[in-house]
Nanobody, 127 residues
């Protein structure tokens, strides 16, 4: 099993920045990819970004491309989501997720490909 714990959420003004962290523990050697998803009130959970654990390849939703950056520190078993130029529409609970099997291309966007989930961290962007 893999446990995921997010941190770094909070309240920020539009145009500001936040960095989310997701610390993995347990059978971390089984992780193939890590993803970030978010869920706004009254909306379905949606893909934000993903990164292959070993290769470092990254994937982004169009809505966050050029504003958000996903990265990982393998030595610390931690994945980060640097969020810049935040907008009120970025307000949501952000979840990190881990996949323990091969995921290719656009499949990184599908939450059904992820086995492990964190509890989520709230990000609120005020206008």
């Amino acid at each position: 099993q893999v446990q995921l714990v997010e941190s770094g959420g909070g309240l920020v003004q539009a145009g500001g920045s936040l960095r989310l962290s997701c610390a993995a523990s347990g059978r971390t050697f089984s992780i193939y990819a890590m993803g970030w998803f978010r869920q706004a009130p009254g909306k379905e959970r949606e893909f934000v970004a993903a990164i292959k654990w070993s290769a470092g390849s990254t994937y982004y939703a169009d809505s966050v491309k050029d504003r958000f950056t996903v990265s990982r520190d393998n030595a610390k078993n931690t994945v980060y989501l640097q969020m810049n130029s935040l907008k009120p529409e970025d307000t949501a609970v952000y979840f990190c997720a881990g996949a323990n099997r091969y995921v290719a291309g656009d499949a990184h966007r599908r939450e059904t490909n992820y086995n492990y989930w964190g509890q989520g961290t709230q990000v609120t962007v005020s206008s």
